[in-house]
């Protein structure tokens, strides 16, 4: 894997031992299309986009795409290059906005104690897909009620019929409580299956690149076949085109609406995986002279075709569903877990060879989760090994380093596959990455580079590298755009935010939500407070010590 052991660093980079490269460019560019091609890109997107005007959506997550997402995208993996350091260390490069990478690598840790469970819960559908008739398709089972109905009209069948599906996701996978506060025992079937996704984790990151690397040739790729075995099926369906109009016919009349520009800016933010360090610990392993920028153009291109791709076989299976079931299409669009274990699941109960195209569902899901998991330790990883290289680049120390890590997360990770699991996922989900707080680093990300350490400084740091000057867009962008971009949409978004609820009704209690906010504001406090540490311990003026 690894061809060269040079230090590729600028001058004044800090020394220390020898930092291993991506043996072939490819693997940097199927890493970073791993990591930000994501299940945002089959969950989430495609329902913002009927939600928000169908093909007029596009209108703005373009224009957050090319003044926020991108420029932010570019300017972590360019840092990470010239720098040649993780998350933390790159700050170097500006020392005292270093809170921005103590800050992004606890996002980054939380980030994957709790995206990991989605992987446990697709793993645990995938197995159960292996049967002639589907667990979640009928109300035969011993986890069912006798509100449990399979039917068109639900309606005769009393006044809260429950359909298979939702009984099987609730009574029998999550076993879920009536409340956070009841959290019950451990599910442990859930726990296993988490089990068995770490272990998949920790022996294809323990060597770092050289197995990461390798992996993503099959995790990052074969995906794509899946997707697009499943959207032929889909068109092949009756209602299909249905579906589709739905998904893509335009409605300009919701560009005035402030919701559609706040979901836009938050879709691009989440879908681009920035503000993590991750995408600056990919960069950290390229050559110091490689064209970064083709590759981030690459990537850019792959990660905004997949949402909408996978938008199409989404969508037209919706539109099959919503027709086999005679409601409209909007009724059975769902964005998050609900799209994935409850309205797909669903639908393909009604297709022939169902199990099939089950399986097949569940293990696209378990491969593109697989990806942004194996990037999402990797970046947290190096971040602390580049923040203490003498210690833990030494023999096997990382190695053992990463199965503390694996360890300790899978600990954190059993309290989500409890009887009230989910309502603790939630609380992870809703404050720990949220769009709030990715906004407010990439916001500072912009500040500290075009302001503290200098964008025109940046720009011919980037063409020492590349070996030519960029256009001045991003240029622009880090200067002005940027950052009106990110912390406009931050303010707005908070402004308009809604308490933290379960399936619309369970409201949480206050103390879950202050644990909430702790997970938010911890790490975003970082940046002011070693700002200032970073002043008050430092002889000399502002301009100096920020330098």
């Known amino acids: 894997m690894v061809e060269t052991l040079q230090l590729d660093k600028p001058p004044g980079s800090p020394a220390g031992p020898a930092r291993e490269k991506w043996a072939k460019q490819v693997e940097f560019v199927l890493s970073g299309i791993g990591f930000a091609v994501g299940l945002g890109n089959i969950w989430r997107f495609p329902y913002l986009c009927y939600k928000n005007g169908g ?89 069912n009620t006798d509100n449990c109905f399979r039917g068109h009209n639900r309606s005769a069948h009393g006044p809260a019929p429950v359909d298979p599906v939702v009984e099987y996701w609730e009574r029998k996978v999550l076993k879920i409580s009536s409340s956070i506060e009841e959290v019950g025992t451990i599910n442990w079937e859930l726990a296993l299956s988490l089990l068995f996704v770490w272990i998949v984790v920790f022996f294809c990151v323990q060597k770092g690149i050289k197995t990461s ?75 110091f002279n490689n064209n970064f920028i083709r590759d981030c153009i690459l990537i850019s291109a792959v990660n905004s075709c997949t949402s909408l791709y996978s938008g199409l076989a989404v969508f037209s299976v919706l539109g099959f569903m919503a027709q086999e079931l005679g409601v409209p299409v909007a009724e059975v669009a769902e964005s998050g877990p609900g799209l994935v274990f409850i309205a797909y699941p669903k639908a393909v109960t009604q297709m022939q060879y169902s199990s099939v195209w089950a399986a097949l569902f569940f293990f696209m899901i378990i491969l593109m989760g697989l990806d942004s998991q194996f990037v999402g330790v990797e970046g947290f990883v190096t971040a602390v090994v580049d923040l203490f290289p003498g210690i833990l680049r030494q023999g096997r120390r990382r190695e053992l380093f990463i199965i503390i890590v694996s360890v300790i997360s899978y600990a954190i990770g059993l309290l989500m596959v409890t009887n009230g699991g989910m309502y603790v996922f939630q609380v992870f989900d809703y404050y720990a990455a949220s769009g709030m707080v990715l906004l407010w680093f990439c916001f500072f990300e912009c500040v500290a580079i075009a302001y503290s350490y200098g964008v025109d400084k940046f720009y011919e740091d980037i063409s020492t590298m590349v070996g030519y000057r960029m256009n001045s867009w991003l240029r622009w962008c880090w200067l002005y755009f940027t950052p009106l971009v990110t912390m406009g949409i931050l303010i707005f978004s908070t402004a308009s935010s809604l308490p933290l609820t379960y399936n619309r009704v369970y409201v949480y209690p206050q103390w879950a939500v202050s644990i909430g906010w702790t997970m938010a504001l911890v790490p975003m406090s970082l940046i002011p407070l070693y700002f200032f540490w970073h002043l008050y311990t430092r002889p000399g003026t502002l301009s100096e010590v920020s330098n």
């Open 55 to 143: 093909g007029a959506f596009l209108v703005p997550y373009f224009i957050c795409l090319v003044t926020g997402g991108i420029p932010i995208f570019f300017l972590e993996v360019g840092l990470g290059q010239f720098m040649s350091e993780g998350g933390i260390t790159c700050w170097n490069i500006c020392p005292i906005f270093k809170g921005i990478g103590y800050g992004t690598t606890i996002i980054c840790f939380l980030l994957n104690v709790y995206y990991i469970v989605i992987l446990a819960w697709a793993f645990h559908f995938f197995v159960n897909s292996f049967s002639w008739e589907l667990p979640w398709g009928s109300c035969d089972n011993w986890w």
């Open 213 to 287: 690397g390798k992996v993503v040739y099959f995790t990052a790729i074969f995906p794509y076949f899946m997707l697009t075995a499943l959207l032929i099926r889909g068109v092949t369906l009756d209602g299909a085109m249905q579906g589709l109009e739905f998904y893509l016919k335009p409605d300009f009349s919701k560009l005035a609406e402030a919701q559609v520009w706040i979901d836009a800016g938050t879709q691009i933010f989440f879908s681009y995986a920035i503000a993590l360090g991750c995408m600056t610990a990919l960069g950290s392993y390229n050559d």
